[in-house]
C-alpha cells in the first residue's frame, strides 16, 4: 500500500514498545506479524504503558506504529472476539479498557498515522485527543463486513467528531476513507508529508509540554465526560442492548467472523 | 396464607379469563394449578386481553387473580428463565413486554389484589396504575432469593413509587411485606375488608369511567414517560449492563435457579 | 363543607390583601363571592404581592384564604380558560406564571390551608414549599372532570411529593383526599385543629425567620431545579404535545368546560 | 437553473414511483406540475412505499426526483400549512411522518438530489442517512421567509450535521447553499458530475447490500436515538413551545403564508 | 436524652472500631468526648473499614454509635469547615468521601440508630441503604443555623427518600425529627424498642447474609446510579455554583459558623 | 499583522460605540489603548448596547472592531481576574454575563473580524451566531498559556462548532488558526477580502433584516437551549467543580497570570 519509512522492522519481543524524553511518553505498537492486531496482550501493554506515564507525569503521548509499517493496526484481534451469543464490545473488553485508559488519560494524547486504521484500531485514534498523519494514512470502520453490532458509546465517539452522515457512511460502507478526504472531514487535525510526520509531530508535542498541564487535564476531563457521559432514556437504553443482542445472536454474526478468518467474503441474509 | 374468598376454584382452560361490563375490563389470572404463575402463555393472554380491550375502549382496567387464589401471582416462570449466559430480563423477554402493555395501555389499569403477590408479580402489579388490596396481601421482590440481576426500568418502577430505603429493603431481603406495612409505605392505595375488595373495586372503577377518558390517558402517558424514559449517562448504562451479565454469568445465579426448582435453600458464595 | 372560623366576611375590594409583620409576608386570598377562582386579576395581584415582599425582604410568606372561607379555593377561573382548540395550560398562562412566582420566591412559601382546595389550587398549594392545614382541608385535582390535557410541568409538581400510584388516583378519580388522607400521604405537613391553625403556622414561619436566609435560598432554588428541570427526550415531548392538543381540540374538552359553566354532568365520549 | 438530464418528463399520475432491483429500493418523487410538493397525498406514498420495502427486505433505499427535474422539491404544500392559530410542525403532520418514516426505516436511505431542495425538502433529506448530489444542486431552509417557528427536533435534524454557525445561516438568511459550498460543510457525502449521478449511487448503493443489514440496521437505530431524544428540561421545553405558539398566532405568520401564495415578497413587521 | 444502653463507655483510643461476624462488618463510632463528630480523621478511618471490609467480602454492614451514646454523631465537625471564601462541601471534603464510600459500597449498609442525628449525620445515614432505629432517634438537617449551602448532590440523597415538602422543612427549619415521625415519613425503616435494637438489626442483616450477594450488589449499584447521577443543564449548574458561592462568601456564613463555635444564636442579616 | 483599515484611529472617550442603521444595530469595540481587551467596563457597554438595542427591535446586530485594528480583541482582561483561590470564569463574571447577553439576544449578531482574537475574545465571537471575517483574521483559546481552568459552558461553546478535535487542539496549543483554516473547520462563516468586509458585512445582514424576526427569534432561542442546557450527571458536575478549583487554588494558576502581566514566558510545574 505504501513504501516503507524504514527497511527495519523491529526485533523486540515485547508487543508494544514505550519511552519518555523531554515529557513526552511515546507508545509505538509493534508486533509487525500481526499487523498491530489489538489483542488482548497488546492492549494491556497499552494500558500499562498510559499507567507508568500517569505517574511519571508525562505531559504529551504519541501513539504510533512501528516505523515501516504499512498498517497502523489491523483492528480488533477477531480471533479474540466471541464466536457468538456474547457481547462482542462488552464494558471490559480489553479495547473498550484501552479506548478508556486514552480517553481518561490525564494528558493530551496524539494518534501518529502512517498507513491504513481499521476497524477497532480507528476507534483507539478516534479516541485519541489529535491525529496527526501523512498521505499514505486511511480509516476504515468494519463492524458491516463483520455482522458485529457496535455499542453506542463506540457510535458517540466518532458522532462528536465528525457530520453525522459521514459518521453514516463510514459505517454502512465500511470503506477506507483516505488522506485528503479525512483531512477534508476533520479526522485528522493536520495532515503532513510521510518524511516530516514524524519531526511535525514531536515539535507539535514539544509545543504542548510547555502549556499549563493543570489547565489541559481538567479541559480534556470536561470534553470527556461531555461527549461520553451524554445522557440516554433508560427504557430505550434497555431496547438498544435487546437489539444488539439479536444481532450478535444471530447467523449473520457467526456468519461475518467466519468468513474474515477463512478469508473469504461473507454471505449475509439477514437472519 | 390465606382463607379462599370462595370455594369455587375456576374450571375453564384458559389460563387468563377476560371480560368487559360497564366499560370496565376485567382480566382474571387463572391458573390455580400453576399459582398464577407468569409464563409466556399467561402473559401472552394478558397482552392480548389488553390489545382487545384497546380497540373496545374500555374505560378502566381490572387485574385481579381468580376467586380464592391464596397467591395472586407466583410471579416469573422460574422454568422459563434462561439457565445461565442470557440476560433473563430482556427487552422482549415476555414479562417485559407484560409489563410495557400495561403501562402503555391508554386507560386506567388497577390491579385488585388478595392474596401473596412474589419476585415478577410485584412488578406487574406496581406496573398497574393503582393497586387496591385486602388484608391478606403481601408482596415480595425475590431476585435476591435467585441471584437474578434486575433490570434498570425495572427497579425505576419502584423508585417512583417507594421512598429508596423501602425499595432497598425489598430488594436485599427478598421478605415480603404485608397488608398494613404495604398500606402505610403507599404501595397500597386502598386496603380493605376481604369481603369487600370486589365491590370496592368496582365502584372505584365505576367513577373513573365518568370522568374525562382522554384527559386521564394523555396524564398516564406523561407520567409514564416522567418515569421509564429517565435519562442516564451512556458510559455508565454500558457499565451497569456489564455489571448485570456478570451477575447472569455467575454461579450463584446457576444455584438459585436451580435450587428454586429443587425447593431447597440456596446456597450462595458471591462468585 | 366545614364551620367558619369567623362570622365576617372580608369586605375590602382587593382580591388578594398584602402585609407583613415580623418579616413574613401574609398573601390572603380574599374573594368570597368568586370562592377565590384564579382568575387572571386575582393571580396577578398574588404575583404582585410576591415581587413587593421580595424588594422588602421578607423571610417567610404565608398564603392563605380569608378567614371564614369553607373553600381555600376554587381552582382555574373556568370562565378564562380557552373554549376549545388553545392550550389551556400555556406557559404564560396565569396560573403558571403565579405558579413559577411561589416556586423561584427567594425564601419559604407556605401555605395555610383551612377548607377545600380545587384543581388547580391545589397546583399553588403543591408549589408552596411547605403546607399546613386544619381537619376540614381536601384536596382534588381535576382535570379528568373538565376533559383538560394538564401541563408536563405540572404534572411534575405531583411527582415530587407523593408516590405515583396517589398521583394517579388524584388524577384519574378527580376525587378529594382529605384531611387525615392528606396528611398520612404527605401532601400536609402539619395538621392541626382549626382552632389552632392561624397560631401554628405563625409560630413555624416565626422560627424560619431566625435561620440563615441565604442557606435557605439557594437550597430552595436547588430544589426547584432538580424538579423542574427533568430532561425528557425531545421527540416524545413533541409527540406528548401533539396528545395534549388533541384532547384540547377534542368535543369531551368543550364538553367539559360547557357543563361545568352549566352546572350539569359532563358526558364524555372520548372524542 | 440546469439543463434537463432526459428530455422525457413523467407521465404516470402516481405521485411517487416505488421501485426495487437488487436489493434497492428506488423511491421516485413524481410530481413535476407541482415540482414534487411535500403534499400529504405525496408524503403518504413515500411512507406506503417505505412500508413496502420492509416487509420485502430491501437493504438500501435510494430518494430521488423525477429525471430531468430542476427542483428535486420544492419543500412543504404550503396551501396545506394551517392558516392561523395551529402549530404547522405538530408531531403528526405529514412532512413529520414521513421524516420518521425514513429516520427509522432499518436500512440506509441515500437521498440523490440533482437541482433545488427547498424548505421542507431539505429537512427530507437531511434526515436520509446520506446524500449524493451532482453540481446543480443547492440547499434552502425557508422558515425565515414564511414567519414559521420549526419545530425543536427539526432543529436537532441539522446540529447533527453541521457546524451551528452554519445551520444559523442557513436559518436566518433562507439563502441556497450551492454544490460545492454544500460539499465543503458536509451537507453533500459525495458531489458527483450530473452525467454520473445515477450511476455513482447505485453503485454506492450496490456495495451496501454486500455488507451485514443487522449491523447496519441496529447502529442506524442507535444514531438516531443518540441525535432525535436530546433531553431537554422539561420546563424549558414548555417556555419553547409557548414561544413557538406565540409565532404562529402572529400577524407576521399569515403575513408570510399569503406572501407566499401570492408569489410576492411578504413585509414582515415582528408582530 | 435518654438512659444509656451500657454504662460502659468505649475506653479505646481508635476514633472508629472495625469488626467482621458472620460476614458482617460493624463500624462503631466511637469517639464520645467530641460526640462522634465527623472530622476527617473519624471519616477516613471510617472510610478504611469500609475498603478493609470489601477486600473481606463482608456481606452486610451495620454502621453504628458507641454503646451508650446520647448523640449518634454531632455531624460535621464545625472546626474543620473553611472559615469563608470556599466550598465548605466540595467534592474531596472527608465527608463527602465518605458519603460515597457507604453509597458505593458494593454490599448492603444499615445504619443503626439510637440518639440524635445532626447535620452531615443525617446526610450519612440517608446514604446509607437502610435505618434501623429505636425510639430515642432524632434526625436534623443543619445548614440553615450556619448559614451554609448545602450541595446539590446532598439534597439529591434526601430528595429521592422523602416527600419535597418534608425535605424542605427539614432543611428551613433545621428542627429535629422525632422517632415516631421519622418512621411515619419512611426515613427509618423500622423503629424498634432501644432494648431490642441491636438484636434486631443482627438478626435483619443476618437474613441478608443468606441472599445472593452479587444481584444485591449490581441492584444497589443501579439504584445509585439512577439518584447520584440525576442530569442537569449545564449552565444552570453553573448558576447554582455561584450562587453557592455567593453563600458561602456572605457574612451570615462566617456569622453562623462563628455563633457555632461560640455556642450562641446566630444573627443573620441575608447578607 | 494585517494592514490597518483606516489610518485614524478612534478618539472617543467611550469603550464601545454604538449606532443603529436600517434596523441594523453596531456595536464597535473602542479601546485602541488596550487592545480592546474585555474588562468590566467595556463589556458593560457592550451589554448595556444590546439592551438598548432590544427595546428598538434591531433586527440584526454586527459586533466589530474599530477600524483599523489588527488585534480585535486581546480577550479576557488579565488584570481583572481573580489572582487566586476564587473561580476566575464564574456564572456572573463580565465575560459570561457579557456572553449570555450576546447568546441571547431575540435576532442575529453577526462578528465581523479583522485581525487577531485572542482568548475570551474568541468565545465572545463564538457566540455570535456566525462569524464573517478577512484574510487577516486569527483565533486563538489562551487557557493553557494562563493556568486557567475554563468553565463548562464555555468549552461547550466551542464543541457544537466545531469537532472535537480541533477543539482540544486550540485548548491544548493555544496557537492561533488563521484565515484558510479557521474556515477550512467552520469557525468562520465567510471568509472575504479585507477590502469587501464592510460591505459585504452590511449586505449580509440587510438581507436578514428583510426575513421574518420572530421566526428567527424562535429559532435561534432553540439553538442555544439545545447547546446551553445540555444536561450533565449531578455528581460529575462536582466532580468537575473541584477539579477546576485545584486549577485555579494551584501554583501555574498564579504562575500563569504573573507571567502574563510581566509579558514573560510562563513555567509550569503541574502544581
Ligand atoms: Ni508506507
Ligand atoms: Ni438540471
Ligand atoms: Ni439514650
Redesign the interface.
Known sequence: MSAPITAAAPSSDALVLASIANSIGTITLNNSTRRNALSEVLLDQVIAALDDFKTK?V?VVILRAFEGATVWSAGHDIKELPQA???PL???DPLERALRAVRAFPA?VIAMVHGSVWGGAFDLVASC???IADETCSFAIT???????????G??HF???????????L?????PIKGNDAYK???V?HLVPSAELEAFTTD?AT??T??????????????R???????????????????????YD?K??TE?IQAFLQKR??V?T?K
Request: hydrophobic share 40%; charged share 20%.
Open positions: 507525569e505531559r451469543n456474547q457481547d462488552g464494558y471490559s493530551p485527543d489529535m491525529i463492524p458491516a463486513n463483520l455482522g458485529l453490532p457496535y455499542n453506542t458509546t457510535l458517540m458522532l462528536g467528531r465528525l457530520p453525522i452522515n459521514l459518521v453514516k457512511e459505517f454502512f460502507t465500511a470503506a472531514w476533520g479526522i487535525n507539535f509545543k504542548i510547555k502549556k499549563a498541564p493543570l489547565a489541559i487535564s481538567v479541559a480534556k476531563e470536561q470534553l465526560i461531555l461527549t461520553d457521559y451524554q445522557p440516554i432514556a433508560a427504557q430505550i437504553f434497555e431496547q438498544l442492548q435487546e437489539m444488539r443482542r439479536t444481532v444471530s449473520d454474526y461475518g467474503p461473507a449475509f439477514g
